[in-house]
């Protein structure tokens, strides 16, 4: 629920990205930093073999 919460604020405007980490650092006690990388194909969870082979198959047809 509380990370509904800090998604809610940082979508209104109401905190910023580092603001919203700073928070959630504090509240679990560790160092929480934003990476903000140019190209978005960097930032694909792979958990599978699936999805592993998905995402090899989308970047296969991108880079062709």
Do not use: C, F
Not at 24 to 41: C, E, F, H, M, Q
Not at 50 to 58: C, D, F, G, Q, T
């Amino acid at each position: 629920m509380k990370a509904q919460i800090h998604e809610l604020l940082l979508r209104l405007g109401w905190v910023s990205l580092a603001g919203a980490m700073a928070r959630i650092s504090n509240r679990i006690g560790l160092t929480i930093k934003p990476v903000i990388l140019a190209d978005g194909r960097n930032a694909i969870e792979v958990d599978n073999d699936r999805s592993y082979r998905i995402v090899s198959n989308l970047i296969g047809q991108v880079s062709s």
